[in-house]
């Protein structure tokens, strides 16, 4: 009898501690209209940021980055492109120029025509450039307003279309510029346009 009573005793004192403890404890989660409001706001606070870091999206971020990396190494000595290489990455790369992006699988197919030495540049190419992306995103998270971060975006967006808008009319009246004998990009030439060409001379078609 005594101990049921006690078990009784404990039981009902262990709910009564429960009961107080959870109308008593504050939340720790906001409320879910203040949670849609702060993610909103959070959301177009990121949008922006991304953009005035990236500029563009990432797969036509990632599309600059390679083919400049590619057209500097060219200019290297011990890492032109072959005229193999060139003819084998032509094809991906129009595709890419056509498309405005570069997807992984594309990415890959380049990187592995490359030799190991090329390879090397490419990937040190890489890890500088996010270097130097990562010290600007601190400096611009500091220093740059909401409104310079949209600038910069239009500012690069009006650029890639305006390069874009004089290849296609140059190209409907027959008139793309027709590549140095060394690889030169020409002026005002989009970086996928700079490529082309310059892989157009290393094959020989543009002799």
């Known amino acids: 009898m005594i101990r049921h009573a006690r078990k009784r005793i404990v039981c009902m004192t262990m709910m009564a ?26 959301a177009q606070q990121e949008s922006v940021t991304e953009q005035a870091e990236d500029v563009q999206n990432p797969r036509e971020l990632q599309l600059v980055m390679l083919f400049k990396g590619l057209i500097l190494m060219d200019r290297l000595e011990g890492l032109q492109l072959t005229a193999k290489q060139s003819e084998t990455m032509l094809p991906i790369i129009r595709n890419c120029a056509k ?19 090329q390879q090397a540049f490419v990937n040190a190419y890489f890890d500088n450039m996010k270097e130097q992306v990562n010290e600007s995103r601190h400096d611009r998270a500091k220093s740059v307003s909401k409104e310079e971060r949209e600038r910069i975006v239009n500012a690069f967006v009006k650029k890639r279309r305006a390069e874009r808008e004089a290849e296609a009319n140059a ?23 700079q490529l082309e060409n310059l892989l157009v001379v290393r094959t020989g078609i543009g002799k």
């Open 99 to 117: 498309e405005g992006k570069l997807d992984e699988s594309e990415r890959k197919a380049l990187f592995f025509m490359l030799t190991k030495e």
């Open 17 to 42: 501690l429960l009961l107080v403890g959870c109308s008593t404890q504050p939340s720790s989660e906001p409320p879910p209209q203040r949670l849609e409001s702060d993610a909103g706001n959070q």
């Open 171 to 193: 190209a409907s009246v027959n008139q793309t510029p027709r590549p140095s004998s060394d690889g030169s990009a020409g002026a005002g030439l989009s970086v996928e346009r």
